[in-house]
């Protein structure tokens, strides 16, 4: 996966307060072949913080293709907001999102999808089944084309 | 405030009575007076009846007198005439007066003495007449002249004139007991009219009184109906809330428990596939010893037993978190029911119910089942909570058959007021009359455990049941079939759901 424009390699920005879904989501989507940089955020300030840039514009990143895991239950605010925030952002909203959490509450999916959401995918509880979404997942990164950096 | 009620209440008769007593003693007062005003009048004009007879008397005898000195100065036989008419006058005078004084002893003896002198004073003058007209005409003008007649006349009149005064006197003193009744009438009317006013005024005072009371009374009840109702729109909502914050808590609950499970189940796969590399590398080291002749005999068999065992653990995890995984989506499943807006609409139960039976007709048909389902009434309700709770009580009652018996399910129904009640009947293994309650419970089930489930179905029913305001009834006896009673009202709204 990459920015054929810039040549810059895509990063993922991972958004997922379980450290134990992170590690794991890492290794499946390692074992896709996907080798792209992950960039972890355990809670949705230290995300935010990151995505929009210390003058809160999203300017810092609009030079640089990345890609959002967001989970939507987080300690500190709900991955809705950044989800609306990344969406309405000049600079962000181009950035494809994946909403990948445990919830598979309809209303939430159709929330999610009218805010600009890209893909929302419901982690299984079983590991099988979780494994190969994650590797699916990772294949799928290996073939979508991210939108350049401005 | 109930003390000074109690003391008011037996006021407003006391008043009433004693406003009648008034009324009934000024009456009586009033038709004593007048009476007693009438026997005075009686006695004045008796008593100036008696004065005129008196009168009368003196003048008859008077007149009877001048006869008398008439035909003696002039010898006229027409003087004689006058006398004699006016003597029966004076004794009928006489008579009457003393008849109509009978009452005055005092009276009946001074006629007696009139009547008396009146006799001597007739005699006298019947015997100066009678000379007269035998010629002895001195010896008349000597009897009259001898002053007898005279002084019997002064005699006569001295007495009529005291009776006349003494009379008088009655009169004056009659006069004055009936002006002084007449005032005493007078006084009590007015003093009982006055009463009366007061007592009205008093009446009407009181009436004031117990009417701002009530008023007063009225508007508290009216103040503390609407506090009432404020209460139980307050209770109600609290209710509501605290119901609704279960129905969040079970929903956070179930949800945040399902993201460590994912770590459990992730890190078990994890720890499986290290186990496959793990033994792999152990079976290498096994075949390399076994290559050396180093191998012990135990060795194989100590790493076959390590990798049974390994994999007992590993399975009785996964097992474990695959049961609380299913319990969690059951919560996480009722929640969510609890959180649905219902939309009602007219259903026809008998359509509905047709339609779950074909649902599981190949079922029924496997088990030789026959569904049967009489005319229902139809409920104004929301659809999709309907056909769940009957297209479960449909699955549990083709679940739970009896061992060599065919069976059969019956739906009826019947409407009883505002409510509808459907029965699901069925022959099949029944269930303990100690576990009619516990079978409505989350995660409880009833009878041997050999049909597969987790105790969700009769819970999520009754809870959807009570959401739709009605209520849910089992009858059942062990091994002869059960019969699960769902009661709805007629039109479902948000007013008539159950708290619950």
Known sequence: MNSKITEMPVEIVMVEDDEGH???????????GVNNNILPFTNGTDAV??????????????????????????????????????????????????????????VEIQRCYDLGCNVYITKPVNYENFAHAIRQLGLFFSVIQVPAAE | MSETRRSRVPLQPILLGVGFFMLVVISAATVWLVKQSSTDAALVAHTLGVQDKLSNLLLDLRRAESGQRGYLFTNEPAYLDDYRAAIPDAWLMLRQLQEVTSDNPERTAELQRIAGLMGDKIAEMDRSIELNATGNREAARALVLGGSGRDLMN??????ERAIRDEGRLLGLRTTTSQNNNLRLLFITLAGAVL?????????????????????????VEATNANLQQIVEYRTADLTEANEEIQ?????????????????????????????????????????????????PNETETVEKLGKDFDE???????????????INAVLKLSREGRRQFNPETIDMGAMLTTIS??????????GATIAVDQLPP?????????????????????????????????????????????????????????????????????PQDRPGEGIGLAHVRALVRRLGGTMTLSSELGKGSTFTVTLPRRWSVENRSAA
């Open chain 1, 22 to 32: 992170a590690r794991l989501i890492e290794k499946n989507i390692r074992r896709a």
């Open chain 1, 49 to 106: 913080n990151f995505l929009f840039g210390a003058d809160g514009t999203g300017a810092s990143n609009k030079t640089k293709p990345l890609l959002i895991l967001l989970d939507l239950n987080l300690p500190d605010m709900t991955g809705v907001d950044i989800l609306k925030r990344v969406k309405s952002n000049e600079h962000l909203k181009r950035i494809p999102v994946v909403v990948l959490t445990t919830t598979d509450d309809a």
């Open chain 2, 155 to 160: 005699g006569m009149r001295d007495l009529t």
């Open chain 2, 196 to 220: 009366i006013v007061l007592i009205g005024a008093a009446s009407i005072f009181l009436v004031q009184r117990s009417r701002r009371e009530s008023e007063q009374a009225r508007r508290t």
């Open chain 2, 248 to 296: 969040r808590f079970a929903y956070i609950v179930s949800h945040d428990l399902r993201s460590p499970l994912v770590n459990i189940m992730g890190f078990t796969g994890e720890l499986e596939s290290l186990r496959q590399d793990i033994f792999d590398e152990m079976q290498k080291l096994v075949a390399e010893m076994a290559r050396l002749n180093a191998l012990s």
């Open chain 2, 313 to 327: 653990a590993i399975r009785f995890i996964k097992t474990s978190i695959a049961n609380m995984d299913r319990l």
């Open chain 2, 358 to 367: 074909e649902t599981v007709a190949h079922r029924a048909t496997e088990l």
């Open chain 2, 379 to 447: 409920v104004e309700s929301d659809r999709l909570a309907v056909q769940q709770v009957f297209a479960n009580l449909i699955d549990n009652a083709l679940k739970y058959g009896r061992a060599g018996e065919a069976t059969q399910i019956t739906v009826s129904g019947r409407t009883a007021g505002s409510k509808v009640l459907y029965d699901v009947r069925d022959n099949g293994r029944g269930i303990d009359p100690r576990d009619h309650q516990r079978v409505f419970e989350l995660f409880r089930r009833s009878g």
